[in-house]
């Protein structure tokens, strides 16, 4: 069992359209990370936060400590958006320093 | 600055074989960790280090050694290759795992045949 579950798996939409994507953990976490892979392969960091809500242009991360639960919003989706999202929860327990992944969500916008 | 260098990025091997996959960093970044991504499977964690001189297992560690004897540079061996091993990794490195982001090296395809 993944301890970190990505809904959903896919995800189609048009142009435009609000896009949320779900991150459920079962354990608790130092940090959340939000990350997107394009079609080439190369994975780049979108965000990283502890609590709260961060924004970065049409992109907002939100995290619910409480609940073990994040989402990734994109407002006014475009083309360009297609990727893989991918979110990691880390974990720091005794010796352990592990970051975890999901499986990620493939997001598809239609022009 | 060239962030998280991975060589090679393309590697095929034969059943037994060795090799060591190169990835190093000039942020001097504390934390450094090598992936495997696997159709369905997401990234999977293989070896991590939290500095020079300390490294730990992941999810994945059998078939594969990691060392860091400088903060610069975190070489993962394969020992004795196995189709199994088939896979594109990828090296991770941040100042802190916990309150910093993740800046990812380009990959690694790697056939074992």
């Known amino acids: 069992k993944n301890e970190v579950e990505q809904s959903p798996q896919n995800l189609t939409a048009q142009e435009g359209e609000f896009i949320t994507i779900n991150c459920s953990y079962s354990?608790?976490?130092?940090?959340l990370h939000w990350l997107q892979q394009h079609p080439g392969g190369g994975i780049v960091s979108l965000f990283m936060?502890?609590?709260g809500k961060k924004k970065h242009g049409r992109l907002i991360a939100t995290i619910n400590i409480q609940e073990k639960h994040s989402s990734l919003h994109i407002t006014a989706s475009h083309p360009r958006d297609s990727a893989v999202y991918i979110c990691?929860?880390?974990?720091?327990?005794?010796?352990?320093?592990?970051?975890?992944f999901g499986k990620g969500t493939r997001l598809h916008i239609l022009p | 600055n060239a962030g998280v260098t991975q060589t090679p990025k393309f590697q095929v091997l034969k059943t037994g074989q060795s090799m060591t996959l190169q990835c190093a960093q000039d942020?001097?970044?504390?934390?450094m960790s090598w992936y495997r991504q696997d159709p369905g499977m997401g990234l999977r964690l293989i070896h991590y280090?939290?500095?020079?001189?300390?490294?730990d297992q992941g999810e994945v560690p059998n078939g594969y050694n990691v060392s860091r004897s400088t903060t610069e540079d975190f070489p993962l061996r394969l020992l004795s290759a196995a189709p199994s091993q088939t896979s594109v990794y990828f090296c991770?490195?941040?100042?802190?795992?916990?309150?910093?982001?993740?800046?990812f090296g380009n990959g690694t395809r790697l056939t074992v045949t």
């Open positions: 991770a490195s941040s100042f802190s795992a916990y309150n910093s982001p993740l800046h």
């Open positions: 354990v608790g976490i130092s940090a």
């Open positions: 936060l502890s609590s």
């Open positions: 990691a929860r880390h974990t720091r327990m005794n010796r352990d320093d592990k970051i975890i």
């Open positions: 942020m001097n970044h504390e934390y």
């Open positions: 280090s939290v500095g020079a001189g300390i490294t």
